[in-house]
């Protein structure tokens, strides 16, 4: 089993950046691929971003295709999502996501942290 602990949402300006963190524990990390989401209200839960095991794969959203770059450090089980010019409708609750071996840009991922809020402003 993993559990999933996100960090560095936060309040920012339309333009700004932000790096979220994903720290893992319970488990071999480097044997999941690991994914991002976001909900914002009244809405669904979406993908963003998805790494495989060894990070040589990286499928985007297009929302965040050129501006989100999803990485991990399997030696600090930790996944992370930088993310530039940042925009209004990107405000959402970011969760993070663990799939044992296979990676998926679904939502059928096994375990899922807690979120972490991004809230932009224009």
């Known amino acids: 089993q993993v559990q999933l602990v996100e960090s560095g949402g936060g309040l920012v300006q339309a333009g700004d950046s932000l790096r979220l963190s994903c720290a893992a524990s319970?488990?071999?990390?480097?044997?999941?691929?690991m994914g991002w989401f976001r909900q914002a209200p009244g809405k669904e839960r979406e993908f963003v971003a998805a790494?495989?095991?060894?990070?040589?794969?990286?499928p985007y959203a297009d929302s965040a295709t050129g501006r989100f770059t999803i990485s991990r450090d399997n030696a600090k089980n930790t996944v992370y999502l930088q993310m530039n010019s940042l925009r209004p409708e990107d405000t959402a609750v970011y969760y993070c996501?663990?799939?044992?071996?296979?990676?998926?840009?679904?939502?059928?991922?096994?375990?899922w942290g807690q979120g972490t809020q991004v809230t932009v402003s224009s």
């Open positions: 996501a663990a799939r044992r071996f296979v990676l998926t840009t679904t939502p059928a991922y096994e375990y």
């Open positions: 790494i495989s095991r060894s990070g040589r794969t990286t």
């Open positions: 319970g488990d071999t990390f480097s044997t999941y691929a």
